[in-house]
């Protein structure tokens, strides 16, 4: 049936537009709810695998993974992927002195670079291996 009767064209989208929004803000609430489940699970489960790791670190000297694996029938891939995703330790390096640096310590060679914004420097390059005399252009 055709209706020309501009308030019931208008009552019948309000009650159409009125289950959708229904409908959109529950999907959005239920989604909502279940990735914060998502992030605290995933939150939880990072801690789990961070103590995996560090206990297996600390058992390291006197149980290997494969025995573990025996003993507790969890997979070596797991253990492996448990110990590797284990944040190492670090260790901090000692400031080098000045009697270190007035013995004549090494110290390590620092880069060179050219200079801002101005890209490689090119470089002539000697005679070939196969002594030709031919020369190229290197860049460094």
Do not use: C, Y
């Not at 914060?36 to 390291?60: I, K, M």
């Not at 797991?78 to 330790?89: A, F, G, I, N, V």
Request: proline share 7%.
């Amino acid at each position: 049936m055709v209706t020309s009767d501009e308030d019931e064209i208008e009552r019948r989208v309000e009650e159409v537009d009125t289950a959708r929004r229904a409908r959109r803000v529950a999907a959005a609430k239920r989604l909502g709810k279940l990735a914060q489940e998502h992030a605290d699970l995933a939150e939880n489960l990072a801690g789990v695998e961070r103590d995996l790791g560090e206990l297996l670190a600390e058992a390291s000297p006197d149980i290997t993974i494969d025995e573990l694996a025996t003993f507790t029938g969890v997979s070596v891939a797991d253990l492996e992927h448990w110990q590797s995703t284990r944040k190492p330790t670090r260790h901090r390096r000692k400031r080098a002195t000045a009697a270190s640096e007035r013995a004549g310590t090494p110290q390590p060679p620092t880069a060179q670079t050219s200079a801002p914004g101005r890209g490689p420097t090119p470089v002539k390059a000697g005679p070939t291996p196969a002594g030709r005399g031919e020369s190229t252009t290197v860049m460094r």
